[in-house]
């Protein structure tokens, strides 16, 4: 076996023993044993294969237990698919974890020293997490559980990893400084890790998307953790099997799918970044570690809220299932489901790409000293993205109001050519009738 790694490497071997080898207990070491690059890659690598290897596996089980989705109104599936895709990515994160991760994983900058929580992560209490909102995913997926039933399950798997160590005990704030939390660290990670959950159940509505979208945002965690807590980052290591899960079963689902990840994959993948910001970006005193997961995971954030705040604004259910996600405007402005996830996709990776930016680009050194050159490129980034971002969601509504006004004119005249609806288009949005009609 080489000097770098085997089948087992150091970070696998702390905390645990077997025949013919002496192992000191994990407690043993003040920091966690140094976990190189290359295990992340292997990681990443095997969690691919074996999700790719058994999503066709999961696809068969769905049908025969009858997790089929089937065609709606509100989705933009074409015909009946297997869902159920997640336990193959469950299976893929789980091998991967138990080659790869320590069973404890030890962090630095966590403050008061609490027990159960005082800088410890317990990696396989995190595993037990996945594996609840999995299942409860799974049995969702082919009996349609309740809303509460559901929420009951993600509030459970969120506090199993509160209870494992992850706990958002300090938050990092651009500018402002670190804010320390006490008795609320349990409640706030139990709140974000079941937002992250939601936000990607929501998101994951056309072939590709969600999983596609993970995969971005997981090796962009994996990069950030890295730089973040340097090359012991067992946070870094998980984000990387998580972006590898969701690649292996990528492969299956792109448009056409052959199978969807339903519930059991959405939460499950949500979990695990919800996890993995935690305890990679958020538990650090650097400056970015509020802004790195919030642009990271920008697009599924945005498409949320718009939802969500549309959904209030007309008194219905915040969680009721509806039409109005980015990919269904995209869709109906005569969008491919192939070019919906390509724009979406790009639109992550320009987030992704301003966080990594935000982390390396030297513009601060991070106390309260700022080099003006760098500030500016850093400054010019951020316009270009906040920019390309308000622009893309100006130009869905754009199209949306076109259709109305379109529907709206024909039924009064059906010979209205498009050169006049493009006309009264032009108007009104210039009138600021925009949002009374697009109402």
């Known amino acids: 076996m080489g000097p770098?790694?085997?089948?087992?490497?150091?970070?696998?071997?702390?905390?645990?023993?077997?025949?013919?080898?002496?192992?000191?207990?994990?407690h043993h070491y003040p920091v966690p044993l140094p976990t190189r690059y290359g295990d992340a890659a292997l990681a990443f690598v095997v969690a691919t294969v074996v999700a790719a290897l058994l999503t066709p596996l999961a696809a068969r089980l769905a049908r025969r237990v009858g997790a089929v989705s089937i065609?709606?109104?509100?989705?933009?599936?074409?015909?009946?698919?297997?869902?159920?895709?997640?336990?193959?990515?469950?299976?893929?994160?789980?091998?991967?974890?138990?080659?790869?991760?320590?069973?404890?994983?030890?962090?630095?900058?966590?403050?008061?020293?609490?027990a159960g929580s005082a800088g410890t992560v317990h990696t396989w209490g995190l595993v037990a997490g996945a594996a609840l909102i999995a299942l409860v995913g799974a049995i969702d997926d082919a009996r349609d559980l309740h809303w509460t039933i559901k929420l009951a399950g993600q509030v459970g798997a969120a506090v199993i990893a509160v209870k494992a160590g992850a706990e958002i005990t300090n938050v990092?704030?651009?500018?402002?400084?670190?804010?320390?939390?006490?008795?609320?660290?349990?409640?706030?990670?139990?709140?974000?890790?079941?937002?992250?959950?939601?936000?990607?159940?929501?998101s994951d509505g056309v072939d590709g998307l969600a999983a596609g979208v993970c995969t971005i945002d997981g090796v962009a965690f994996?990069?950030?953790?890295?730089?973040?807590?340097?090359?012991?980052?067992?946070?870094?290591?998980?984000?990387?099997?998580?972006?590898?899960?969701?690649?292996?079963?990528?492969?299956?689902?792109?448009?056409?799918?052959?199978?969807?990840?339903?519930?059991?994959?959405?939460?499950?993948?949500?979990?695990?970044?919800?996890?993995?910001?935690?305890?990679?970006?958020?538990?650090?005193?650097?400056?970015?570690?509020?802004?790195?997961?919030?642009?990271?995971?920008?697009?599924?954030?945005?498409?949320?809220?718009?939802?969500?705040?549309?959904?209030?604004?007309?008194?219905?259910?915040p969680w009721a299932a509806d039409a109005e996600h980015f990919h269904h405007r995209m869709a109906r402005i005569g969008f491919?489901?192939?070019?919906?996830?390509?724009?979406?996709?790009?639109?992550?990776?320009?987030?992704?790409?301003?966080?990594?930016?935000?982390?390396?680009?030297?513009?601060?050194d991070h106390h309260g000293h700022y080099r003006l050159g760098w500030?500016?490129?850093m400054s010019v980034i951020l316009l270009v993205a906040v920019a390309a971002s308000v622009y893309l969601v100006y130009v869905l509504e754009i199209f949306?109001?076109?259709?109305?006004?379109?529907?709206q004119l024909r039924r009064l005249d059906p010979d209205t050519t498009?050169?006049?609806?493009?006309e009264e288009v032009d108007r009104d949005v210039g009138t600021g009738e925009f949002e009374v009609v697009g109402k």
């Open 4 to 26: 770098t790694h085997g089948r087992l490497t150091e970070s696998f071997l702390a905390g645990r023993s077997g025949p013919g080898l002496h192992v000191v207990p994990h």
């Open 71 to 114: 065609p709606s109104a509100r989705g933009l599936a074409e015909r009946a698919t297997p869902e159920l895709g997640g336990l193959a990515i469950l299976a893929g994160v789980g091998l991967a974890a138990y080659l790869w991760m320590p069973s404890s994983i030890m962090l630095s900058h966590t403050p008061h020293g609490r």
């Open 172 to 202: 990092t704030i651009p500018f402002i400084g670190s804010l320390q939390f006490t008795d609320t660290a349990g409640p706030l990670t139990v709140i974000w890790l079941v937002a992250l959950m939601n936000i990607v159940n929501f």
């Open 222 to 317: 994996a990069v950030i953790a890295f730089s973040l807590q340097g090359p012991s980052s067992a946070a870094a290591v998980l984000a990387a099997i998580t972006a590898g899960g969701a690649l292996g079963f990528l492969f299956h689902n792109f448009y056409p799918a052959k199978v969807f990840m339903g519930d059991t994959g959405a939460n499950l993948l949500g979990y695990l970044l919800g996890v993995v910001a935690v305890i990679g970006s958020i538990k650090t005193t650097a400056a970015v570690a509020l802004a790195v997961p919030l642009l990271i995971l920008a697009v599924p954030f945005l498409d949320t809220s718009f939802v969500v705040a549309k959904r209030l604004k007309y008194r219905r259910k």
């Open 336 to 364: 491919s489901p192939r070019r919906t996830v390509a724009y979406l996709y790009a639109w992550t990776v320009m987030l992704a790409g301003v966080a990594i930016a935000l982390r390396f680009v030297p513009y601060s």
């Open 375 to 377: 500030s500016i490129l």
């Open 400 to 407: 949306k109001f076109k259709g109305l006004k379109t529907i």
């Open 418 to 422: 498009e050169e006049k609806i493009d």
